[in-house]
């Protein structure tokens, strides 16, 4: 099913899960210890959330990751899209 949903409060996500926050939103996801925060017109994928490991891919837009405390084996990881310039 590749339908989008508009999210509820405490919705909770897991691998594979997409996330947009369309113009003039934000959203905020906790993981863990750590708060993920979204700006407007940001879409981003969870690659990969687990215990020890959380993986996002960014598609566009902009994010913050605060990390209030890295626990020993946790790994935070944000893949972005690389940027070509134009000859």
Known sequence: MNDWVEAVVNRPLTT???V???KNSRAELNLGSASLRMNAETSLTLTNAG????QVEL???T???H???LFGGE???ID???RRSQS
């Open 16 to 18: 594979a899960d997409r």
């Open 20 to 22: 947009w926050t369309d």
């Open 51 to 54: 215990d020890d490991i959380v």
């Open 59 to 61: 598609d566009q837009g």
């Open 63 to 65: 994010l913050n990751l």
């Open 67 to 69: 990390i209030r405390h």
């Open 75 to 77: 790994t935070y990881e």
């Open 80 to 82: 972005t899209p690389i």
